[in-house]
T-cell receptor, first 112, second 117 residues
Framework: DAKTTQPNSMESNEEEPVHLPCNHS???????IHWYRQLPSQGPEYVIH???SNVNNRMASLAIAEDRKSSTLILHRATLRDAAVYYC?????????????FGTGTSLTVIP | GAVVSQHPSRVICKSGTSVKIECRSL??????MFWYRQFPKKSLMLMAT?????????EQGVEKDKFLINHASLTLSTLTVTSAHPEDSSFYIC?????????????FGPGTRLTVL
């Protein structure tokens, strides 16, 4: 499986935008880029996913580089509830196993 | 929609006993469910893929006789930790992918905290 690299931790002030980077230089043409987040003592929560084009939903935006070797999750206005570990995961839907392999993720701290 | 539940949410047991954890998809059917374990301050580690009506597929290094998985229906998978020992204490999380549509997403349960004394 293609590997992702994320910073271990980031900080943001409340109500400011946050850009969480992810590098995936070995991404294949059929890999989707998924973002999940995990609050303490909870299961991961879906945030967003995309293939080539930038994506927006009510939670966040996903900006994908033209060569797809990196992506950025954008939280437009960080709130205290956004403090979590954010995971960037690659998955190929043509892989019959459909497994997700989690990397180390980025621990986001939101400062009031 | 797309809710996954786990039961129990936390369990404390004595060393040597077996513990069963249930994972249910409440409003969708899933032919495939996944089991993860997570140690404190660490990431999720995929343990096995649970396939409805067939044997589970275990990741390398995961003992299949230690962690028994049964996927008896399209909405229920169980993980049994047999002869539990303190080193099995961990946060166990399941996930499920919907049978139809939205196949790119996985929905995660809230996790089960296992403490083995």
């Amino acid at each position: 499986d293609a590997k992702t690299t994320q910073p271990n931790s980031m900080e943001s002030n409340e109500e400011e935008p946050v850009h969480l980077p992810c590098n995936h230089s070995t991404i294949s043409g059929t890999d989707y880029i998924h973002w999940y987040r995990q609050l303490p003592s909870q299961g991961p929560e879906y945030v967003i996913h995309g293939l080539t084009s930038n994506v927006n939903n009510r939670m966040a935006s996903l900006a994908i580089a033209e060569d797809r070797k990196s992506s950025t999750l954008i939280l437009h206005r960080a709130t205290l509830r956004d403090a979590a570990v954010y995971y960037c995961i690659l998955r190929d839907p043509f892989n019959t196993g459909n497994q997700f392999y989690f990397g180390t993720g980025t621990s986001l701290t939101v400062i009031p | 929609g797309a809710v996954v539940s786990q039961h129990p949410s936390r369990v404390i047991c004595k060393s040597g006993t077996s513990v069963k954890i249930e994972c249910r998809s409440l409003d969708f059917q899933a032919t495939t469910m996944f089991w993860y374990r997570q140690f404190p301050k660490k990431s999720l580690m995929l343990m096995a893929t649970s396939n409805e009506g067939s044997k589970a597929t275990y990741e390398q290094g995961v003992e299949k006789d230690k962690f028994l998985i049964n996927h008896a229906s399209l909405t229920l998978s169980t993980l049994t930790v047999t002869s539990a020992h303190p080193e099995d204490s961990s946060f166990y999380i399941c996930s499920a992918s919907p049978l139809a549509g939205r196949g790119n997403e996985q929905f995660f349960g809230p996790g089960t905290r296992l403490t083995v004394l």
